[in-house]
T-cell receptor, first 112, second 115 residues
Framework: KNQVEQSPQSLIILEGKNCTLQCNYTVSPFSNLRWYKQDTGRGPVSLTI?????NTKSNGRYTATLDADTKQSSLHITASQLSDSASYIC???????????FGTGTRLKVLA | NAGVTQTPKFQVLKTGQSMTLQCAQDMNHEYMSWYRQDPGMGLRLIHYSVGAGITDQGEVPNGYNVSRSTTEDFPLRLLSAAPSQTSVYFC??????????????FGPGTRLTVL
């Protein structure tokens, strides 16, 4: 069964610190993996999209990595800010379909 | 560009009532989809469309109907609302291509409560 699992479920860090969120997937065949940021009460917003051949992609202070062999991805946030408080969702698209498999997300809270 | 818009933002229904959630996009995207988001679960695909006149079922289609008469609009109809349909509903759109690395844009969501 196609699944996307994220860890941790929630995380609290102090402003200015770094953190790494994890995503493991069993989706096959693989097309691409996306990380989204979802603020409370809003729709998800795309941070990065990576295909099979890409193993790192950055968007400002957000850096995503992908290991397609082990089917793992991580999202690293550098020098966190209060505005980074949100849910971060990992999404995998299976090749040849229009269907996206969503993880349940990691809820990040950044404290001053 | 307004992006993806959804109306209403909030809605309360009684069991058995019907209603239509509206979704529109002004980016000329071929692909549009509807998701529901429930606590502790990832977004789940209800229905999707790859162009005007073409729709298909997602993971949880029961109790919902869709149609796509124009590129811009993709309404979601609840035929007879049930408490299990209490959820937050998101509409999304993207270009449609075989490669699949197209950014998907989400609307702000509709929070639906069925009593």
């Amino acid at each position: 069964k196609n699944q996307v699992e994220q860890s941790p479920q929630s995380l609290i860090i102090l402003e200015g610190k770094n953190c790494t969120l994890q995503c493991n997937y069993t989706v096959s065949p693989f097309s691409n993996l996306r990380w989204y940021k979802q603020d409370t009460g809003r729709g998800p917003v795309s941070l990065t999209i990576m295909t099979f051949s890409e193993n790192t992609k950055s968007n400002g202070r957000y850096t995503a990595t992908l290991d397609a062999d082990t089917k793992q991805s991580s999202l690293h946030i550098t020098a966190s800010q209060l505005s980074d408080s949100a849910s971060y969702i990992c999404v995998v698209r299976a090749s040849g379909t229009y269907k996206y498999i969503f993880g349940t997300g990691t809820r990040l809270k950044v404290l001053a | 560009n307004a992006g993806v818009t959804q109306t209403p933002k909030f809605q309360v229904l009684k069991t058995g009532q019907s209603m239509t959630l509206q979704c529109a996009q002004d980016m000329n995207h071929e692909y549009m989809s509807w998701y529901r988001q429930d606590p502790g679960m990832g977004l789940r695909l209800i229905h999707y469309s790859v162009g005007a006149g073409i729709t298909d079922q997602g993971e949880v289609p029961n109790g919902y109907n869709v149609s796509r008469s124009t590129t811009e609009d993709f309404p979601l109809r609840l035929l007879s609302a049930a408490p299990s349909q209490t959820s937050v509903y998101f509409c999304a759109s993207s270009t449609a291509s075989g490669g699949g690395s197209n950014e998907q844009f989400f609307g702000p969501g509709t929070r639906l409560t069925v009593l």
